[in-house]
């Protein structure tokens, strides 16, 4: 099967995996590079967009969800491997992409349940916690009201700044988020169609970058 894709939201996807490489092999290898880390931060907010568009465009919400769990689980083990955390001591980002899913699901429906997974981030140790929940609303928001949801993620950046300081540069996403949602990156009409496995693409790579990062930490670190 094949179906017609958005290529600007494949150039989204493109840099956040990229920017996530170069985050990760900063974290495990050269953890003495700031400058690798920062780069990095431009993958999570692109990732948190993304997800706010699978959950708009996804024909079944519970396939979709069961996916990123499914992944979750096969990730867990290099994710754990690679950065030296207990097999579960912290979760990784399909954990909190999850979660994300089920919050934008209940955000839509003006529903009270929306706060499940602001609450679930203080029991369960997941990637980016409860400011990775948040940041996936800001995204939500985003498409919702532009300037609302702009001001709300400089806001939520500048509450968190002193947990994770780097994370700031996170906010150097938002012009290739705002690009794709003003449709200025190239559409769905110059994409043509490409094969339906492709989208499988980042959840096979997550684990399998963490694989080969820690393969190479052993081997030469």
């Not at 519970?62 to 689980?73: D, K, P, T, W």
């Amino acid at each position: 099967m094949q179906k017609r894709y958005d290529a600007g939201r494949e150039i989204l996807k493109w840099i956040a995996i990229v920017s996530m490489t170069i985050d990760h092999i900063g974290a495990v290898l050269y953890p003495e590079y700031v400058f690798l880390r920062i780069i990095g931060r431009l993958s999570f907010p692109i990732f948190s967009y993304l997800i706010v568009l699978g959950v708009e465009d996804t024909e079944n919400l519970g396939r979709y969800l069961g996916r990123l769990f499914l992944f979750a689980f096969i990730s867990q083990i290099p994710f754990h491997l690679a950065l030296g955390y207990n097999p579960f001591e912290y979760l990784n980002i399909f954990f909190t992409l999850s979660l994300g899913v089920i919050f934008i699901h209940f955000l839509q429906k003006k529903s009270f349940l929306s706060v499940l997974p602001l609450f679930a981030a203080v029991p369960l140790n997941f990637d980016y916690g409860i400011y990775g929940i948040m940041l996936i609303g800001c995204m939500y928001m985003i498409k919702k009201d532009e300037k609302m949801g702009v001001a709300f993620t400089f806001l939520l950046n500048l509450v968190f700044l002193f947990t994770v300081e780097t994370q700031i540069f996170s906010l150097f996403a938002l012009p290739f988020i705002l690009l794709h949602k003003n449709e200025q990156l190239p559409s769905s009409k110059d994409a043509g169609f490409y094969p339906r496995w492709k989208k499988y693409l980042f959840y096979i790579y997550y684990p399998l970058h963490f694989t080969v990062i820690y393969i190479l930490k052993l081997l030469y670190f």
